[in-house]
């Protein structure tokens, strides 16, 4: 009976389906050499020892792993024969590391894995004040927030809003007390405050990445300090309304922050109309930052949108196809907020000659205006549509050429918003100003 069979049966281990092939006495036995100044009769001794090592080095974590962690993908390797020496000395094992156990939650209109070891919780409700309906909620406080993830669950504060001498409310806000100990992490879920239209017009500043989240692009700030940064402006700015503090209420010089704005997802899954923005402020501290922080961005890898996205057809034909309907749908919906402005445009993609008497965002004018109308729709990086419609105009004795666009971005049933700006814009000749008669 070889090495092998006699160890099996001592330790009443026998093979199962799956068992890593071993063959470790051939093995071990090829890879030492016979050494002339030493007894014959220590070589039998010696390879039943090294048996034994490989054994428990292979066999007894592989069934000790099956056994300790189910559900969670454990592997183990037979450590390499030494290298044949003048005095072979021991085999040593390689170690490999467990699996972290991870946890899989569908919540706030995301799914995500997180470690089994965190805690998840929704924030508090928001105490609204009295006859206001909780529908209002999402109008009253800017970016409240939906729940954490981490280490420990802290307080959410949330301010009322005030009425303006002018009218209205200034919204409440919602912030986080963000008290951790050492190597301590919170990742927060709020409402964000980025859309489809910021992601797709530029980057907001400094220090400010493009990154893909759930299958779309994606905003991404890290700062190394207590500071909870909002995202700078275009012109670099950007303000610090929140900080990292340690469990007695200093500051926390140790604390690594990162921050992710999600534009939510615009393709819209069948009867949903409404696109919520996330934003993701993940706090951590040392000194364990760093192995902490790679945890954080593996959670971030591992966000979906719920409804998932839905991508654009990768066949051209199909996706012509699919835009087409896109435009039609979109210049339809455009026609039923302004129904007298938008009737020069094509509903498909090209241009024809019209003449108005409204312009397309809603101004009268005092007199007919030639123009040519051209529409034109692209796919874009959220899986939706940038659609574009522009109205141009020549001179003549009472009026200067121009030009006038509005940039749209749509999903597939051609649903979405345009918006456009007025100072890149040519004013439409003849318009009557606000209030006149008319």
């Known amino acids: 009976m070889d090495v092998e069979s006699l160890l099996r049966d001592a330790l009443d281990v026998r093979r199962v389906d799956g068992e890593p092939s071993i063959g470790f006495d051939q093995r071990v036995i090829g890879s030492l050499r016979e050494r002339r100044r030493r007894p014959a009769r220590l070589v039998p ?15 007894l974590p592989w069934y000790l792993g099956a056994a300790n962690h189910p559900g969670s993908v454990v592997s183990a390797s037979s450590s390499p024969s030494p290298l044949p020496s003048e005095t072979p000395t021991s085999l040593t094992a390689t170690a490999v590391p467990t ?31 009295s006859g206001v309906p909780s529908i209002a909620v999402n109008y009253l406080y800017s970016r409240p927030v939906f729940g954490y993830v981490g280490t420990n669950t802290p307080e959410t504060v949330c301010t009322d809003p005030v009425p303006l001498a002018q009218g209205g409310e200034k ?15 919170v990742v927060r879920f709020q409402r964000g405050g980025i859309g489809v239209q910021n992601i797709l017009s530029g980057l907001p500043g400094a220090g400010v990445t493009t990154t893909t989240v759930g299958g779309l692009p994606a905003w991404f700030m890290r700062n190394a300090g207590s500071g909870i940064p909002e995202l700078p402006a275009p012109n670099g700015n950007g303000l610090t309304t929140e ?15 990162l921050v992710w704005e999600l534009p939510g997802n615009g393709t819209l899954a069948a009867g949903i109309n409404e696109t919520t923005p996330f934003r993701i402020v993940a706090a951590i501290r040392g000194p364990n930052s760093a192995a902490v922080e ?47 402005g938008s009737d020069c445009f094509p509903r498909q993609a ?21 123009v040519v109308c051209a529409v034109a729709i692209d796919p874009n990086a959220m899986e939706m549509w940038t659609v574009t419609i522009t109205v141009t105009w020549t001179s003549a004795a009472d009026r200067k050429p121009g030009t006038w666009t509005w940039a749209g971005y749509v999903n597939s049933k ?22 006149t008669p008319g």
Not at 350 to 370: C, E, H, M, Q, Y
Not at 415 to 427: A, C, I, L, P, Y
């Open 350 to 370: 090209g241009s024809k000659t019209a003449t108005i008497k409204v312009a397309p965002d809603g101004p009268k004018l005092s007199r007919s205006l030639p």
């Open 171 to 185: 919204p409440g806000s919602c912030s986080t007390s963000w008290s951790l100990g050492p190597s301590d992490v």
């Open 243 to 257: 900080s990292v503090t340690t469990d007695s209420g200093a500051v926390a010089d140790d604390a690594t922050v």
């Open 99 to 129: 699996a972290i156990p991870m946890t899989h939650v569908k919540s706030w209109g995301l799914e995500f894995d997180y470690p089994a070891a965190w805690r998840f919780a929704d924030a508090p409700p928001i105490s609204l004040p």
């Open 414 to 435: 051609g649903q979405g918003s345009f918006g456009g700006d007025k100072t890149t814009n040519n004013e439409f000749p003849y318009e009557v100003p606000s209030g």
């Open 45 to 59: 001794a010696f390879v039943g020892l090294a048996a034994v090592l490989a054994l428990t080095a292979v066999v």
């Open 294 to 340: 790679a945890q954080v961005q593996a959670l971030v890898a591992s966000i979906k949108y719920d409804p998932a996205v839905v991508p654009l057809p990768a066949d051209p034909s199909a996706r012509s196809a699919l835009g087409q309907t896109a435009l039609t749908s979109a210049i339809d919906l455009l026609g039923a907020s302004l129904p007298a």
